[in-house]
């Protein structure tokens, strides 16, 4: 028997809240407005944390890449979940694979390439992104 990957876990997984519980899949995918290759379903906004935290379930596509950007006064972590790709954080530059988590502190540019297959990474802001 085929073991699920874990990105569709994520994607048919369930978040808990203190009033209603969400599929996830009934979240919907959003193409990134910026970035080719990117989407992104937000799991958890600042709405529901008011304002303090917000997870997105991202999604880049072999060889795209979510180029280079800053978020001002939010600190971002990721959480690659499945596949691989790289980071570029100020001057450092990082490999990404599943079981990683890196700490971008706020206001340092970043960006992320996917490699030869999509890259799911588990982003979460403070405060919340939206």
Not at 27 to 34: A, D, F, G, K, S
Not at 107 to 114: E, G, S, W
């Amino acid at each position: 028997m085929l073991m699920e990957k874990i990105s569709k876990k994520f994607e048919k997984g369930i978040v808990v809240g203190l009033t209603d519980d969400v599929k996830t899949e009934t979240i919907e995918w959003n193409e990134h407005n910026l970035f080719k290759g990117v989407y992104l379903k937000h799991l958890i906004k600042g709405i529901d944390t008011n304002g303090t935290l917000s997870c997105h379930l991202v999604k880049v596509n072999p060889g795209c890449s979510i180029d280079t950007h800053i978020h001002n006064g939010k600190l971002e972590v990721h959480e690659i979940i499945e596949g691989s790709g790289v980071c570029i954080i100020g001057e450092k530059t990082i490999d990404y694979y599943a079981g990683i988590i890196s700490l971008i502190p706020a206001d340092i540019p970043h960006k992320v390439t996917a490699g030869s297959e999509e890259i799911y990474i588990l982003a979460k802001f403070s405060p919340a992104l939206l």
